[in-house]
C-alpha cells in the first residue's frame, strides 16, 4: 500500500490556530460532498421536470454521484502519497466546485448525469481527506474533537440536505442546490491554502500504480453500487441489466481482494480489517450507512408523493433529524473522555434503532407531526455511533486507511 506518509503531529500544547483553520476547511469540503448527496432529494420532481427526466429516471442523479464517489473513496491514500494533503484538497475541491456548476447548467438527463458523475467523483475525495486531516494533522488527544468535527459532516450534514435544498428550491430554484457551493468555496479554498503546510509531490509513484487493482476495484464497487440502488426498481434478477451487474461483481470483487493481498504495491491495503477494531468498526459503519441514508431518502420521496409536499415542507419535516445534533455533538469529546467508547457506540445504536422501530406502524396517514418524535429520537442517538465509532475504529490505523472505513458507510449508503 502507498497510504499518505503522515506528518509528525504536534504535541497537544502547540496544535496553532493555523492548523485548526486547515482542519476547519477540510471538514468544510466534507460537509459540501455529504450535503450534495442528500440536498437534491427534496427538490426531485422539480430538477426531473426541468431536465425533461421522468421521476423513475430522476433515481440517476444520485447513482451517477455515488458510483463515482464510491470509486475513489479508496484511492484517496494512494492519490495523497503523490500530491501530497494540501495539493489534493486544493485540486479537487476546485473542479467539485466546477462540477457543481455544470450540473447547475444541466439542460437534459445526460448531462446531467454526466456533470453529477464528476461531481461525485471530486467532492467524494473530500470525505476521507478530512478524515485523514484529523489523523494526519492533530495530535492523539485532540481526535475526539476532530471526529466530533468530522460527525457534523457525516451525520448533520445529510440530515438537515432535504431542509436546505427544499428551502434553496422554493425560493431561489433548483439550480441553487448546486450553486450553493459557490458561496462556501471561498472559504473552502481559503482555509486549505492557509492552513495546511506545503509538501512535495511524489510524481514517481505513478510507475507504482496498480492498474489491475484500479480497474477491479472501480468495476466491482461501481456494479455493486448500482445494483443495490437499482436492483428494487428493475425487479431484482428478473432484469437482465441487473444479471449482468451482479455476474461483473460477483467475478471482479473477488478477484479485486487476491489482487489486492498478492500485489508487491497495492492501491489499498485490504489487511487493516484485520485488526479488530477496524474491522467490526467497519461492519457498524455499512449498516449505519444503510439505515441512516436509506431513510433520509425515502422519507422525502414519501412526502412528496404520498402526501403532496412541496420541497419546502418536507424540508421542514425533515430538519427534526438535524438541528439537535448540533447541540450534541460539542459534547462529544466531554463524554469520550469520561464514558467507555463501547457503551457510546451501544446507546447511539440502542437511540437509532428505537427511532426505526417508530416507524414500523406508519401508514399513508403518517405526515409531519408522526415523524417528529421519531427523528428527534434518531438525532439523539446518531451523533454518539459516529463520532465513538470512528474514535475507536481508526487508533493506530495508517491515515491512508481513513478511505477504506469511509468507503464502507457509503457502501451502506448505497445499499
Known amino acids: 500500500m502507498n497510504p499518505a506518509s503522515p506528518t509528525p503531529v504536534p504535541p497537544a500544547a502547540t496544535v496553532t490556530v493555523r492548523i485548526w483553520i486547515g482542519t476547519f476547511g477540510a471538514m468544510l469540503g466534507a460537509f459540501m460532498a455529504v450535503l450534495d448527496i442528500q440536498i437534491t432529494n427534496a427538490s426531485i420532481r422539480d430538477i426531473s421536470g426541468a431536465i425533461g427526466a421522468s421521476l423513475d429516471e430522476s433515481t440517476w442523479i444520485s447513482i451517477a454521484y455515488l458510483v463515482p464517489e464510491i470509486i475513489v473513496i479508496p484511492l484517496t491514500g494512494w492519490i495523497t502519497s503523490i500530491l501530497g494533503l494540501r495539493r489534493y484538497l486544493m485540486i479537487t475541491s476546485v473542479l467539485f466546485l466546477l462540477f457543481s456548476v455544470l450540473c447547475g447548467h444541466s439542460w437534459s438527463l445526460a448531462s446531467m448525469i454526466a456533470f453529477r458523475a464528476g461531481q461525485g467523483f471530486f467532492g467524494?475525495?473530500?470525505?476521507?481527506?478530512?478524515?485523514?486531516?484529523?489523523?494526519?494533522?492533530?495530535?492523539?488527544?485532540?481526535?475526539?474533537?476532530?471526529?466530533?468535527?468530522?460527525?457534523?459532516?457525516?451525520?448533520?450534514?445529510?440530515?438537515?440536505?432535504?431542509?436546505?435544498?427544499?428551502?434553496?428550491?422554493?425560493?431561489?430554484?433548483?439550480?441553487?442546490?448546486?450553486?450553493?457551493?459557490?458561496?462556501?468555496?471561498?472559504?473552502?479554498?481559503?482555509?486549505?491554502?492557509?492552513?495546511?503546510?506545503?509538501?512535495?509531490?511524489?510524481?514517481?509513484?505513478?510507475?507504482?500504480?496498480?492498474?489491475?487493482?484500479?480497474?477491479?476495484?472501480?468495476?466491482?464497487?461501481?456494479?455493486?453500487?448500482?445494483?443495490?440502488?437499482?436492483?428494487?426498481?428493475?425487479?431484482?434478477?428478473?432484469?437482465?441489466?441487473?444479471?449482468?451487474?451482479?455476474?461483473?461483481?460477483?467475478?471482479?470483487?473477488?478477484?479485486?481482494?487476491?489482487?489486492?493481498?498478492?500485489?508487491?504495491n497495492p492501491v489499498t491495503d485490504l489487511r487493516v480489517f484485520g485488526q479488530r477494531n477496524f474491522g467490526l468498526g467497519s461492519i457498524i459503519n455499512v449498516v449505519l450507512g444503510g439505515a441512516m441514508y436509506g431513510s433520509i431518502f425515502l422519507l422525502p420521496l414519501y412526502l412528496g408523493s404520498i402526501q403532496g409536499y412541496g420541497a419546502s415542507d418536507i424540508g421542514t419535516t425533515l430538519i427534526w433529524g438535524g438541528i439537535p445534533q448540533l447541540f450534541i455533538m460539542p459534547l462529544l469529546p466531554w463524554f469520550i473522555k469520561r464514558f467507555d467508547t463501547r457503551w457510546l457506540i451501544a446507546f447511539g445504536l440502542l437511540m437509532f434503532g428505537v427511532s426505526c422501530m417508530m416507524n414500523t406502524s406508519m401508514s399513508a396517514d403518517y405526515a409531519r407531526e408522526q415523524f417528529r418524535w421519531s427523528l428527534l429520537v434518531r438525532a439523539l442517538g446518531q451523533p454518539f455511533i459516529m463520532v465513538p465509532l470512528s474514535a475507536l475504529s481508526t487508533a493506530g490505523i495508517p491515515a491512508g486507511a481513513s478511505g477504506l472505513y469511509n468507503m464502507m458507510r457509503n457502501l451502506g449508503c448505497g445499499s
Request: proline share 8%; glycine share 12%.
Open 124 to 264: 467524494g475525495a473530500l470525505i476521507p481527506l478530512a478524515f485523514t486531516a484529523v489523523l494526519q494533522m492533530l495530535p492523539p488527544s485532540r481526535h475526539a474533537t476532530g471526529f466530533a468535527l468530522f460527525g457534523l459532516t457525516a451525520m448533520f450534514a445529510p440530515s438537515i440536505g432535504p431542509s436546505i435544498g427544499g428551502w434553496l428550491t422554493d425560493n431561489w430554484g433548483w439550480e441553487w442546490n448546486f450553486y450553493l457551493n459557490l458561496l462556501l468555496g471561498p472559504f473552502l479554498l481559503g482555509a486549505i491554502w492557509y492552513g495546511f503546510p506545503p509538501e512535495p509531490a511524489h510524481w514517481g509513484k505513478f510507475r507504482e500504480i496498480d492498474g489491475w487493482g484500479i480497474l477491479l476495484m472501480s468495476l466491482g464497487l461501481g456494479s455493486l453500487t448500482t445494483l443495490l440502488e437499482e436492483g428494487t426498481r428493475d425487479d431484482w434478477f428478473g432484469s437482465p441489466f441487473i444479471v449482468r451487474l451482479a455476474l461483473v461483481a460477483a467475478v471482479t470483487l473477488p478477484l479485486f481482494v487476491v489482487w489486492q493481498l498478492r500485489a508487491k
